[in-house]
């Protein structure tokens, strides 16, 4: 659809499609996922820091907005897969999954939240090993 040539044009419009969501949340959930859902179906035409923001915004919105801790953490497995040492992005991820181990946590979840950390240990295991990528295009953040 529209969405997806506009982002094969244009990557770096991906951050102001994420930033839509999010003033679209504001009117309602169900306004919000069509942004993702029609975010996703172009994800595979933009840049690899691109795909690490949509996966932190879309596991975001899973676990605060649709209260689906599973899901949430398969976005942020997603993000982890993609190739890429991007600090803001990588901040990010972390926040993220520390939140969402206290969700884990506070909900009894024991092997889940276990999961998360595995995820954590991953990517400081990933962070240490790995010298920074070279310098990916940027999405201009609106």
């Given amino acids: 659809g529209y969405?997806?040539?506009?982002l094969e044009v244009?990557?770096?419009?991906?951050?102001?499609?994420?930033k839509l969501a999010k003033l679209y949340g504001e009117?309602?959930?169900?306004?919000?996922e069509e942004v993702y859902l029609g975010l996703m179906e172009a994800l595979p035409t933009t840049s690899k820091r691109c795909q690490q923001s949509f996966y932190i915004h879309w596991g975001h919105f899973l676990l605060r907005k649709k209260g689906q801790r599973l899901a949430a953490l398969r976005?942020?497995?997603a993000c982890l897969e993609v190739p890429g040492d991007h600090p803001l992005e990588q901040k990010q991820l972390k926040q993220q999954l520390n939140e969402l181990a206290r969700v884990f946590h506070f909900e009894?979840?024991?092997?889940?939240?276990?999961?998360v950390h595995r995820l954590l240990h991953e990517m400081e295991a990933k962070r240490q090993g790995v010298p920074s990528a070279s310098i990916q295009p940027?999405?201009?953040r609106p």
């Fill in 3 to 6: 969405m997806k040539r506009s």
């Fill in 10 to 18: 244009n990557p770096e419009s991906l951050f102001s499609q994420l």
């Fill in 27 to 32: 009117r309602g959930q169900l306004y919000e």
């Fill in 75 to 77: 976005a942020y497995e």
């Fill in 108 to 115: 009894g979840e024991t092997e889940q939240e276990r999961a």
């Fill in 138 to 140: 940027h999405c201009n």
